[in-house]
Each structure stands twice: as C-alpha cells, then as structure tokens.
Nanobody, 115 residues
C-alpha cells in the first residue's frame, strides 16, 4: 500500500520559514512526478510546486522565488522549503505522487502564517 506522510507544518510569522517533508512508503523513483498542493478554507486545492523524476520543477506564480521543492530518492522524501512566508500562504498542504496510473495523496499538514 502506497502511503505519503507529511510533516513540518505549524505556525510561522510573516517573513519566516518552514520546511515540509513528505516520506513515502515506496521508492520515490516509482513516481513520475511528486508535488505539493495546498487548500485554504473555502478555496479549491491548488498546485504549489512539483518535481519530475528527472528533477525538473515548476511552481505556482504566487510562490516563485520563495519556495523550493526537492526530492531525496535515497530517503524516499520530498521537501518543500518555504521562505518569506505570507499570511496568504496559510492552508493545508498536501503531498502528491503520481505514477502512470494513479495519483496518491498524503493526509495534509496545516501551515498557518500570522501577520
């Protein structure tokens, strides 16, 4: 059974930093793409950042230059380094992994940024 478990969420002040981690129960390189999504109250889930098995990355415009996604296949972990946090970054952050057939989701971790 494939599981993705996020950690690292919490409370931060505006301008601060947090690092999210997502550990998978299977080898990372089984996923074509891994990513982070977020969902704020009353809003749809949106892509934050994703990284391909080849290491190519793409980011939402709202986080470019502030967030960095990376993956460590040996540790079966994908990271999201979040700097210069803003109150509008407040959301539940979900880890995502996609192979050729299925999309897998973690349970989510809350990030709250105070002004």
């Amino acid at each position: 059974q494939v599981q993705l478990v996020e950690s690292g969420g919490g409370l931060a002040q505006a301008g601060g930093s947090l690092t999210l981690s997502c550990v998978t129960s299977v080898r990372n390189n089984l996923f074509n793409t891994m990513g982070w999504y977020r969902q704020a109250p009353g809003k749809q889930r949106e892509l934050v950042a994703r990284i391909s098995s080849a290491g190519r990355t793409n980011y939402a415009d709202s986080v470019k230059g502030r967030f960095t996604i990376s993956r460590d296949n040996a540790k079966r972990t994908v990271y999201l380094q979040m700097n210069s946090l803003k109150p509008e970054d407040t959301a539940v952050y979900y880890c995502n992994g996609e192979d050729s057939i299925t999309v897998y989701w973690g349970q989510g971790t809350q990030v709250t940024v105070s002004s």
